[in-house]
């Protein structure tokens, strides 16, 4: 498995600002993907960070709204652009470890005012 | 799109007891299984997977059985304890993207 961490945590924001969350992984990691999990739901796939090339978006999930940057193959970012209310979500990274498991990171818990 | 889903959406367990999850997918292309539990606060946890080309894994108190006929998914609990109480995830991919998709989640709660 993979030890995964996010920064920050948590984060109280206002609208209309951004906010970057970091996820890094202690191993070199081929794929890895950033899900959305709203208050008491299930997980939903935003994007595949790709390394050294643009992100690969889910439909409904725009590069405008959630700008991915993937520098190396440890280390990714998540924007979450011009927040309102409705964004108001756990944020998670995962990686994918083996030939098809995924393993994630603790989430960001992000509330937005 | 083809989904996957969970019969239930609680469950509520004497401690002690068994503990069976049920998972429904419609995929018929899934080919690997996963499920997670999510403890209050923290990331989902990886518990055990199974491949498409299995029926039945078992790890430390767990047991996934998966029934490809009727397209269902299962996660065993032996001897429920209160540090089970969380929300379990099923998911699924296939071969084709990688891309995991997950079930709605069920909540299980140890009663004392």
């Known amino acids: 498995s993979a030890v995964i961490s996010q920064k920050p945590s948590r984060d109280i924001c206002q609208r209309g600002t951004s906010l970057t969350i970091q996820c890094q992984v202690d191993?070199?990691?081929?794929?890895m993907f950033w899900y959305r999990q709203q208050p008491g739901q299930s997980l939903t796939l935003i994007a595949t960070a790709n390394q050294g090339s643009e992100a690969t978006y889910e439909s409904g999930f725009v590069i405008d709204k959630f700008p991915i940057s993937r520098p190396n193959l440890t280390f990714s970012t998540l924007t979450v652009s011009n927040m309102s209310p409705e964004d108001s979500s756990i944020y998670l990274c995962s990686v994918r470890a083996g030939p098809e498991t995924q393993y994630f990171g603790p989430g960001t818990r992000l509330l937005v005012l | 799109g083809e989904s996957v889903g969970l019969h239930l959406p609680t469950l509520s367990v004497q401690e002690g007891d068994n503990s069976i999850i049920n998972c429904a997918y419609s995929n018929s292309a899934s080919d690997y299984f996963i499920w997670y539990k999510q403890e209050s606060g923290k990331g989902p946890q990886f518990i055990i997977d199974i491949r498409s080309n299995m029926d039945k894994r078992q790890g430390q108190r767990v047991t996934v059985l998966l029934n490809k006929t009727v397209k269902h998914l299962s996660l065993q609990i032996a001897a429920t304890q209160p540090g089970d109480s969380a929300v379990y995830f099923c998911a699924e991919n296939s071969k084709r993207d990688y891309k995991l998709s997950f079930g709605a989640g069920t909540t299980v709660t140890v009663r004392a």
């Open positions: 191993s070199q990691v081929t794929m």
